[in-house]
C-alpha cells in the first residue's frame, strides 16, 4: 500500500466522484458517535478477514485484507504490518471478554504459520530473510510485483500480537499448546529481528528507504517481551537479549531535541511524520514511568514531537483552517505527502488522540504529571499559564492540565467524526479540501485505530510489555546482529 511505485500510476483527483458527499454526524455528540463506531470498527475489522469476511470473498482463512478496494488503490492483499496491529486489537479485546473472537485469532496464526514459508522476492525462511516481505496475495502465495522491499516491522509486530495472545493462554494453563502452536512462529520473527534490525528497509508508507523509527521502536518492543516470553516457556531467545539495549541505543539517535526524525534517509523531508505518534501508542506501556528513552506517550520527548507534527498539518490543510493553535486539527502522514492527493488520514488523526489518551493513563497511574523545558510548549498551548514544575494529582494544576489534555485528545476524535459518513465506514484518507472520504474505503486498520484510541479513551489497556525492564541506553552504541535460524512452523490442534 502507498507505494512509490504505486504512485506513479495514480492521477490526482480520481475520486472526485465522491467528493459531494456530506458528513452528517457533527450533530451526536461525542461519546454516542465513538459507542456506534466502535461497535461498526469490530465489524469493519471481521467483515475484512478471511475466510467469511463480507467484503472480501475469496481469501483464505484467517487472511487480514487491507482494504476490500481493488481498484484506484488496489489493497485486496494482506500486509503482515496491518494483519498484525489488527489482530493485537482483537487479541486484546477477546482477552477484555469478547470470547467470540479467538476463533479468528487461531486462524490468524495457522494463516501466518503458513505465511512465514512462502519463498517470495524478499528472499524464503533457510535464512529469515523472506520474512521482511511486506504483502502476500490473500490465498497465501507470493506476490511478485515490484514493491518497496523488505519491511523489517512486519515480523516484530506479529511477534508482539502472538505473545499477547501466548501469555493470555498460559496463564490459563495451556503452555503446551503455546510452545507447540504460537512459540516456533514468534521465535522465527524474534529471530529475523535480532539478525536485521540494522539494515536498512523501507517505512510503515513503503517509500523511504532507511532507518524508521516506528520499524525500530517496535523491534526493540517484541525483543523486549521475546526474552521474557521465551523465559516463560523454558525457551531462550539469546539474539532479544543481546540485541534489545542496541535497537534502543539507536532509536536515541532519532530525537533531535525537540522532535522525533521519523526516517533517517536521504529523503529531503523535514522528519515530522505521524510515524513517531503511532510509535508511541505501540510502545505504550501503562506500567510504564514517563521514560523518555522509550518514548513513552507521557514522556517529554513525546509530547514535544506530539505539538511539532501536529501543528506540520495546521497550515496546509483547507480543513484546519481557522482552528487555533493548540485546539484539535486533521492529521496526515507527513506534511509533504503527495499520495492519493496527500491527505489527512483517519488513523493518524486517531493516533494524536491516543498517544494523549495513553499519557493521561500514565500521568493518573503515577500520580503526578512534570512540565519540564522540553514538554513546556506542548503545555502551553493548551493552557496558557502553563510552568515548568511538578504537579501532584491533589494540585489545582494537575486537574486543569489534564483536563485540557483531554479536550485536546477528544478534539481529534471530534474530527474524524465530523468526516466520518453517516454509514460509519471508515476509509483511509479524507479530503484536505472539504473532508470526504478519499482512497481505499473501509480501510482496515482505520478500523482498528478507532478500536484503540476508544479503548484508551475509556481507561482501557494491554499488558505491559516490560519497558521498564529496558529502558536503560547502553553508553556507547553498536551496529550488531545476532545470526539467528528458521524453522518451518506447522501450527497443531487448538
Ligand atoms: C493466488 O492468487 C493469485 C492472485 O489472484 C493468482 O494469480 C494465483 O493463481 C492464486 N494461486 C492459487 C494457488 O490459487
Ligand atoms: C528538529 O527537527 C524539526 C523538524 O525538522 C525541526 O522543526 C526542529 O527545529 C528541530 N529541532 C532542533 C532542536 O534542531
Ligand atoms: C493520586 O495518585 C495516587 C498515586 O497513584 C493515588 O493513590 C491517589 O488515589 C490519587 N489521588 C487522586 C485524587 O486521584
Ligand atoms: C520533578 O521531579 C523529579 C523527581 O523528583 C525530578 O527529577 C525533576 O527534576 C522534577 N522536575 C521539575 C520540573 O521540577
Ligand atoms: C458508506 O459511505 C461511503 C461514503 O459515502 C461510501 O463510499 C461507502 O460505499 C458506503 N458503504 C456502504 C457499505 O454503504
Ligand atoms: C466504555 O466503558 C463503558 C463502561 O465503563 C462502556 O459502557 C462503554 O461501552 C465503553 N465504550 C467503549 C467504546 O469501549
Ligand atoms: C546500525 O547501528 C549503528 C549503531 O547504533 C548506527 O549508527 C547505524 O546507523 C545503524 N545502521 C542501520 C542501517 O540500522
Known amino acids: 500500500m502507498f507505494n512509490a511505485l504505486a504512485l506513479a500510476l495514480l492521477t490526482p483527483g480520481v475520486l472526485s466522484s465522491v467528493l459531494h458527499q456530506i458528513p452528517v454526524r457533527r450533530d451526536s455528540s461525542l461519546s454516542s458517535f465513538i459507542q456506534s463506531e466502535y461497535t461498526l470498527s469490530l465489524q469493519g475489522v471481521l467483515n475484512n478477514i478471511g475466510p467469511d469476511g463480507s467484503k472480501v470473498a475469496g481469501a483464505s482463512s484467517g487472511v487480514v485484507v487491507a482494504s476490500p478496494s481493488k481498484v484506484n488503490p488496489d489493497y485486496f492483499y494482506t500486509w503482515t504490518r496491518d494483519g498484525a496491529l489488527t489482530l493485537k486489537v482483537l487479541v486484546d479485546s477477546f482477552i477484555a471478554g469478547d470470547s467470540s473472537l479467538e476463533s479468528t485469532i487461531q486462524q490468524y496464526i495457522d494463516a501466518e504459520a503458513q505465511i512465514q514459508a512462502v519463498a517470495n522476492p524478499s528472499g524464503d525462511l533457510s535464512d529469515g530473510a523472506g520474512l ?5 496475495e490473500v490465498n497465501i502465495t507470493a506476490f511478485t510485483g515490484d514493491w518497496g522491499r523488505p519491511q523489517r516491522d512486519g515480523p516484530a509486530l506479529r511477534a508482539t500480537a502472538l505473545i499477547a495472545y501466548g501469555n493470555h493462554l498460559v496463564s490459563k494453563g495451556e503452555e503446551s499448546t503455546v510452545k507447540s502452536n504460537i512459540w516456533p512462529i514468534v521465535e522465527n520473527d524474534l ?24 520499524t525500530l521502536a517496535s523491534q526493540h518492543r517484541a525483543l523486549v517481551e521475546g526474552s521474557a516470553f521465551a523465559q516463560t516457556l523454558g525457551e531462550s531467545c539469546t539474539g532479544c537479549d543481546s540485541q534489545a539495549p542496541q535497537v534502543l541505543c539507536f532509536l536515541q539517535d532519532f ?8 526516517n533517517l534517509a536521504d529523503d529531503g523531508r523535514t522528519g515530522l511524520d505521524a510515524n513517531s505518534l503511532i510509535s508511541s501508542i505501540q510502545t505504550f506501556d501503562p506500567e510504564a514511568a514517563c521514560d523518555d528513552s522509550t518514548f513513552q506517550p507521557c514522556s517529554a520527548r513525546a509530547l514535544s514531537n506530539h505539538k511539532l507534527v501536529v501543528d506540520s498539518f495546521r497550515s496546509i490543510y483547507t480543513v484546519n483552517s481557522g482552528k487555533s493553535a493548540g485546539s484539535a486539527v486533521a492529521v496526515g502522514r507527513y506534511a509533504e505527502d503527495v499520495y492519493q492527493g496527500g ?15 495513553d499519557a493521561l493513563y500514565q500521568w493518573n497511574k503515577q500520580g503526578s504529571l512534570e512540565v ?22 491533589s494540585s489545582d494544576t494537575y486537574s486543569t492540565l489534564t483536563s485540557a489534555v483531554k479536550t485536546y485528545a477528544d478534539g481529534f476524535v471530534s474530527i474524524v467524526q465530523e468526516y466520518t459518513p453517516s454509514n460509519g465506514s471508515l476509509a483511509e484518507q479524507f479530503s484536505r479540501d472539504n473532508g470526504t472520504p478519499l482512497s ?33 541506553v547502553p553508553s556507547q552504541c553498536s551496529g550488531s546482529s545476532a545470526t539467528g535460524s528458521y524453522t518451518t512452523p506447522s501450527v497443531g490442534p487448538w
Request: aromatic letters at 18%.
Open 191 to 214: 529471530n529475523y529481528v535480532a539478525q536485521y534490525w540494522n539494515q536498512t528497509g523501507y517505512d510503515l508508507w513503503e517509500e523511504i528507504l532507511g532507518s524508521s523509527f516506528f
Open 132 to 136: 521482511g516481505e511486506p504483502k502476500f
Open 343 to 357: 491527505n489527512p488520514w483517519y488513523l493518524c488523526t486517531l493516533a494524536a488522540a491516543e498517544q494523549l489518551y
Open 255 to 262: 530525537w533531535n531535541g525537540t522532535s522525533i526524525i521519523s
Open 372 to 393: 519540564s523545558q522540553t514538554s513546556l510548549s506542548f503545555f502551553q498551548a493548551l493552557t496558557i499559564s502553563a510552568a515548568i514544575g511538578n504537579y501532584s494529582n
Open 440 to 472: 481505499a474505503g473501509d480501510l482496515t486498520w482505520s478500523y482498528a485505530a478507532f478500536i484503540t484510541a476508544a479503548d484508551r479513551r475509556n481507561g482501557t489497556v494491554p499488558s505491559s510489555w516490560g519497558s521498564s525492564t529496558a529502558n536503560t
